[in-house]
């Protein structure tokens, strides 16, 4: 221990105000949901759950809520078969080129989001491509990609090869290999990608405005709100809805790939 | 399980499986490549050939009587954003702010990971890693729209300034307000790679240079924050990166002069409708992180990502 007694008490003091820093916006966040007042001062005026029953049966927010929900889906599908079949092709390879291919998939979340959304709303223009639900999940699923390609290619890497070769030796085929022993060893990194994934485009707004046309996702549609200074009650109930919806995927992902798949050796 | 049940699954398509499953055995390459083809053409074709669909339409312009775009090569976008002085001042000042968090963001970031490797505890370490992390799932519209109720004229900080006997803060929609939700939200992503760094550190570096003189500041000094800056070189890029293509912020907490390049973007293709500028001036973020990412590769940020 290097550290002297004042130095460290000094370290626990900046500790707890940077964790501060990061959370209370949060909670204070979440505080204003029950706010009964539409007024946006603090402290609250009073506490109450209208906002959120004002949101659920509003029509904007059920048919933004429903895009987003299935476009998080669509990505989510797309990005789980485009995912892991990059990390199993990528985790044995040994051959020229495999960093330039895992940077490819890696560009979407390393380039700033509007060069990725300004290239996406560039591309449909010069094919002439309307701008639908299905443009919104071509944009969410290559940045998702990365989530499940990164989730199965750590639970790959640990899983030794020889599993393989020895049901390969017990006679099985690639079909019964994959059904009998690489599944249940991704299972568990593929449904966490998946959550991730999901996380990620439930909440996303800056790729998406460029590939949106009309329709307005969740986040999209606060977005206007906010920026308009309109029904913020609303918004802050939808917002710890958002919060929750995304936290608790992740939360669950988190459990899943903590424990230890197949190690090697 | 296994065996049994594999073999009880026998069925007619069997002979091409194990066709396919010995030919893949045999050429490893090629099973490799029927799996990665699917994923990388899906990519080349896309993504790769949008960022090249960014590049050439750069180079258009928009009729002004049709508000058609024209495919004609022109440089005049480019010559545009170079010349006028209010895009410079943007370009400007997005790098200065961008530049500005980046700094926050380690100066918070370093004493914090710190903490975390050697002075907390295994189970607080682990705990404050997961706290740390969870704020970069929640919302990011909805984490920079909390800063807005927090700084408001009535808001949070104010009523605990009036408390403590301060005066009012009046930084909301100014660069400022900027600058700390930026530091705000990009803080976590600084975060994780000094840690990393920090934790990868031996005690055994730290008892040779006590034992060679150093005191705890030398140490520190010589030792740990040189072997910190991969870590805070990677940390960086994101913090960096994110910041410059950003426009949420601006348009939630920034104030009339606090328009970054994305907004201008944002603004070129909503509003204005000329694509072939906002693709000229997305560009030029990309430029930046280029040179950006070749100057941190010499830092060592890769092989610390």
Same mark, same amino acid.
């Given at each position: ?265 | ?18 066709? +396919?499953? /010995? &030919?893949?055995?045999? @050429?490893?390459? !090629?099973?490799?490549? %029927?799996?990665?083809?699917?994923? #990388? ?99 990011? +519209?909805? /984490? &920079?729209?909390?800063? @807005?109720?927090? !700084?408001?004229?009535? %808001?949070?900080?104010?009523?605990? #300034? ?102 201008? &973007? ?40």
């Amino acid at each position: 221990v290097i550290e002297t007694r004042a130095s460290r008490i000094g370290l626990w003091i900046w500790a707890i105000a940077v964790f501060l820093f990061l959370w209370i916006p949060i909670v204070i966040m979440g505080l204003y949901a029950f706010n009964s007042s539409n007024v946006q001062s603090w402290p609250i005026a009073g506490f109450s759950t209208r906002w959120f029953s004002v949101a659920w049966h509003d029509p904007d927010v059920r048919s933004a809520l429903g895009l987003s929900i299935r476009c998080g889906l669509a990505a989510t599908a797309a990005a789980l078969v485009l995912g892991s079949l990059a990390a199993f092709g990528l985790s044995r390879a040994r051959f020229f080129g495999r960093n330039a291919i895992s940077f490819i998939f890696v560009l979407p979340i390393a380039l700033p989001g509007i060069i990725t959304g300004m290239a996406l709303n560039s591309f449909f223009l010069y094919w002439g491509i309307g701008l639908s639900i299905w443009t919104i999940v071509i944009g969410h699923a290559t940045f998702c990609v990365i989530i499940v390609f990164n989730n199965m290619l750590a639970r790959l890497r640990r899983t030794s090869g020889s599993f393989f070769e020895a049901s390969a030796d017990l006679g099985a085929d690639g079909w019964q290999t994959f059904r009998y022993v690489t599944f249940p060893v991704v299972r568990t990194a593929l449904i966490a990608g998946g959550l991730l994934a999901f996380a990620l485009s439930f909440d996303e707004v800056v790729v998406t405005y460029f590939t949106a046309g009309a329709q307005n996702t969740l986040p999209l549609l606060i977005y206007g709100y906010i920026r308009e200074g309109q029904r913020l009650p609303v918004v802050n109930a939808i917002a710890l809805v958002v919060i929750l919806v995304t936290v608790i995927p992740v939360f669950i992902a988190q459990r899943l790939t903590s424990d230890a798949g197949v190690s090697r050796r | 399980l296994s065996v049994d049940a594999a073999r009880a699954e026998g069925s007619p398509r069997r002979g091409a499986f194990r066709a +396919l499953s /010995r &030919v893949s055995w045999r @050429r490893p390459w !090629l099973k490799d490549f %029927g799996e990665l083809g699917v994923p #990388l053409a899906a990519f080349l074709f896309v993504y790769v050939a949008a960022l090249v669909a960014l590049f050439v339409s750069a180079f258009w312009s928009v009729d002004p009587f049709t508000s058609e775009v024209v495919h004609t090569f022109s440089l005049d976008n480019f010559s545009l954003i170079v010349h006028d002085p209010t895009y410079r001042r943007i370009a400007f000042r997005t790098i200065g702010i961008a530049a500005a968090v980046t700094v926050t963001c380690a100066v918070l970031a370093f004493p914090y990971a710190y903490f975390m490797v050697r002075v907390a505890g295994s189970r607080l370490r682990v705990a404050l890693l997961v706290l740390t992390v969870l704020p970069l799932w929640v919302s990011y +519209l909805v /984490r &920079v729209y909390s800063w @807005r109720l927090l !700084l408001n004229q009535d %808001g949070a900080i104010n009523w605990w #300034l009036n408390k403590l006997g301060l005066p009012d803060q009046n930084i909301a929609f100014t660069n400022w307000a900027m600058w700390i939700v930026y530091t705000y939200i990009w803080l976590p992503f600084m975060v994780l790679p000094v840690y990393a760094a920090l934790e990868r550190i031996p005690d055994s570096y730290l008892e040779a240079s006590a034992d060679l003189g150093a005191r705890g500041w030398m140490t520190l000094r010589r030792v740990i924050v040189p072997l910190a800056i991969p870590g805070i070189a990677a940390g960086s890029i994101f913090t960096f990166s994110l910041t410059l293509g950003d426009y949420i912020a601006p348009s939630l907490v920034g104030g009339p002069n606090s328009q970054l390049i994305g907004n201008v &973007v944002f603004a070129n293709v909503g509003i204005a409708n000329n694509v072939p500028f906002a693709a000229a001036f997305a560009t030029v973020p990309l430029m930046i992180m280029g040179v950006y990412l070749l100057v941190m590769k010499r830092l060592g940020a890769f092989e610390s990502l």
